[in-house]
């Protein structure tokens, strides 16, 4: 298994782009979410999915939009970057939308917008 | 609101050394709470979930223990090695599904 996956690694945008984060999970997981990282402020949740077809807002989601059309893919959309968008970007998943399951992360999307 | 603090923000300690990190909560009242490893660069990778019903968790040279009276867990690596430098956080249930709230992390630097 790759577990979790995503792309780019890292990516500069100017302000006012448009881009889409990509995660996939090959672990038939039901459970996947979207975090950013920012220094001093812990991880913060943006968007999250309990299945298929199934979305809904975290903490943070103003700027972002997520689509679930697939159990193994989450993309995260930026529509139109502002520098408040830089940040770390890591994707997660577990196997149930259940709590108390240990959560499996990507290696992560290093953003900057200038 | 639910507050999430991992007192000290880094840790140096010696080689063979038993190293805590402390995570303390405040107006919530958790089902259970996670810890999780985080090297440089790289994602979070779980290390240990305590329910409120377990006061201890073990596992290898890791302990974690969990008093919900004082709304507090405490981390502890035994013999710590230079490869448990890491940031170290602790995780809480968030508002539905499997969502999680995270401390902003304790930096351990273990020296040889």
Known sequence: NAGVTQTPKFQVLKTGQSMTLQCAQDMNHEYMSWYRQ?????????????????????????????????TEDFPLRLLSA???????????SSYSRGQGYEQYFGPGTRLTVT | ???????????????????TLTCNYTNYSPAYLQWYRQDPGRGPVFLLLIRENEKEKRKERLKVTFDTTLKQSLFHITASQPADSATYLCA??????NNLFFGTGTRLTVIP
């Open chain 1, 38 to 70: 920012d220094p001093g402020m812990g991880l913060r949740l943006i968007h999250y999915s309990v299945g298929a077809g199934i979305t809904d807002q975290g903490e943070v989601p103003n700027g972002y939009n997520v689509s679930r059309s697939t």
């Open chain 1, 82 to 92: 502002a520098p408040s968008q830089t940040s770390v970007y890591f994707c997660a």
């Open chain 2, 1 to 19: 609101s639910q507050k999430i603090e991992q007192n000290s923000e880094a840790l140096n300690i010696q080689e063979g050394k038993t190293a």
């Open chain 2, 92 to 97: 809480l249930p968030g508002d539905g599904a």
